[in-house]
């Protein structure tokens, strides 16, 4: 949508509302001198919108209480030189509230911009808005399946964590959750696969979720299953954020799946690439320079146990 360049989010939000009850606006058509100095003008006020129908002009302020102080006298001054323009301002709280009565979030909260790490990845893949509705999908589905059986959701360290933690916020039901971790490949004494850490709980009986972030090869999963059937659950199954079946080596059963990508390396939203890029809020596809270029230096991801 193209548009006046918003100095401020909540700006543009609150435009929309205005848009919405058919409100005519103008944002910052016009400049007030404030003081004059040897035929300079020493200071300005633009207000922020101005509403032609009511003939009313808003200042939006979401600052800090300091510059609230400093713009209130500005209005002020504004009244005392042009008594003929009606003008109010809109403190925060006032704005928040307007935001929030028509559904929409505290606009002050800007999304931090991850183009730093994003440099080294292809394209994101799934945007932080997908990722958000798989995962309630998912935390839907779990809970008209498990309502009554108060299911313990097993998660494997370490990328697992972002997305058990938003899926269980999904799930209004009585639930628990464990952690388990295991050895990676290429690392000392890792000759084979084992359980560096184990579940808390006994499992016996128990309705049993193994979370997982990404099944690949199936290979891992494979033996946390085997791991975990030996200790007869009452039911066990699988719940994978992202299945990258084209690169399935060995078939396991999966109940739950978000997403299903193809061949490529992901990273982002916990998943990892060399301990990098868990902070990334969506999943994005790593360009494959970007792990051939410095394979010599530790094995790529798909030759090495990848980092969990
Ligand atoms: P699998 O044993 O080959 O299925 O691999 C499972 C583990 O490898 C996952 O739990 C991840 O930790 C890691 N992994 C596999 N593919 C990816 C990826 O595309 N990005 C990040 N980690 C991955």
Not at 38 to 52: A, K, R
Not at 172 to 186: C, K, N, R, V, Y
Request: proline fraction near 6%; charged fraction near 30%.
């Amino acid at each position: 949508m193209d548009g006046p360049l918003f100095a401020h989010p909540s700006e543009r939000e609150f435009a929309r509302i205005l848009d919405f009850y058919r409100i005519a606006w103008q944002y910052e058509p016009r400049s007030f001198i404030l003081h004059e100095q040897d035929g300079q003008v020493s200071e300005m006020f633009t207000p922020d919108f101005y509403l032609p129908d009511l003939d009313l002009y808003l200042e939006l302020t979401t600052m800090r209480q300091r510059l609230v102080t400093k713009k209130n006298r500005k209005l002020r001054r504004l009244q005392e030189l042009y008594p003929e323009i009606n003008i109010r301002l809109l403190y925060k709280r006032d704005v928040y509230e307007l935001l929030a009565k028509y559904g929409y979030h505290p606009a002050e909260v800007e999304p931090p911009q991850f183009d730093e790490l994003l440099r080294e990845a292809k394209h994101i893949l799934f945007p932080e808005r997908q990722v958000r509705e798989t995962v309630r999908r998912l935390g839907m589905e779990l809970s008209g399946d498990y309502a009554d059986r108060h299911p313990l959701l097993v998660g494997v360290l370490k990328g697992v964590t972002f997305f058990l933690a938003d899926l269980i916020r999904q799930m209004p039901i009585e639930l628990e959750i464990d952690f388990m971790a295991i050895s990676q490949l290429g690392t000392r004494g890792g000759s084979a696969v084992r359980i560096v850490k184990d579940l808390e709980q006994d499992i016996a009986g128990r309705h049993v979720v193994l979370v997982e972030d990404i099944v690949d090869t199936g290979l891992t999963l494979r033996f946390l299953l085997g791991y975990l059937a030996q200790r007869q659950p009452a039911s066990l199954e699988v719940c994978t954020l992202v299945d990258k079946q084209p690169r399935r080596l060995v078939d396991v059963p999966i109940r739950y799946v978000g997403f299903q990508v193809g061949d490529e390396f992901l990273v982002g939203y916990g998943l990892d690439f060399r301990r990098r890029y868990r902070n990334l809020p969506f999943l994005s596809a790593l360009k494959p320079e970007t792990y051939r270029a410095d394979a010599t230096a530790e094995p790529g991801p798909y030759t090495s146990a990848q980092a969990r």
